[in-house]
């Protein structure tokens, strides 16, 4: 996966390359789906007259998880960090409650939504956190990780070094 130049950083999708090799991992053969927009587009509300091909095209603008696992007796909502910091958590909350009036997904509404934090640096805090909310946490380290953290500066390698 080394797609950058020496010395500089290029943009990569890398937690959604993350995310992929991470769920062909962990659910082969299960239905699953990356990039998932969530939730109904606000924008349909405001206009009349749009078709449901239009509306469906709305879904750009909405949040969208990592991914989503239709396990036939469950639904796992993933959200995939290569480093920690705020805010995965509260993504997953959201996805929980979009995934619940999206109508895309109504044939899964009713089986019991999982949300997973997968992460490669891990943040104690942030899994503690994970875990005192419901939030499974998994530690995954794409085979690509080691080449990717040699170009990061130090600090950007490892969770901040705070205690609670």
């Known amino acids: ?9 290029t943009w990569q999708p890398r937690e959604l390359s993350m995310a ?7 659910f082969p053969g299960i239905p699953s789906l990356t990039r998932v927009h969530l939730g109904v587009p606000a924008p ?19 949040r969208w998880a990592d991914a989503i696992v239709l396990a036939p007796d469950r ?9 920690p910091r705020l805010g995965p958590l509260e993504g997953l909350e959201l996805y929980g409650r979009l995934f ?22 891990e943040d ?3 899994n503690m956190f994970a875990r005192e909310r419901g939030i499974k946490t998994v530690n995954y ?4 990780l080691p080449e990717y953290l040699r170009i990061l500066q130090r ?10």
Not at 1 to 9: H, L, N, P
Not at 101 to 108: H, R
Not at 155 to 164: F, G
Request: with cysteine; glycine share 2%.
């Open 1 to 9: 996966m080394a797609a950058w130049e020496e010395g500089k950083r």
């Open 20 to 26: 992929s090799e991470f769920i062909a991992e962990y």
């Open 44 to 62: 349909a509300t405001q206009f009349e007259g749009l078709t449901p091909e239009e509306i469906s095209l709305l879904r750009v603008y909405n």
């Open 75 to 83: 639904v796992i909502i993933v959200e995939c960090k290569i480093r």
């Open 100 to 121: 619940k009036t999206d109508p895309q997904f109504a044939t899964y509404r009713n089986r019991p939504i999982e949300k997973w934090f997968v992460y490669a640096v």
């Open 124 to 126: 104690p805090i942030l």
């Open 141 to 144: 380290v794409p085979k690509w």
């Open 155 to 164: 600090r950007e390698t490892r969770a901040p070094l705070t205690e609670i």
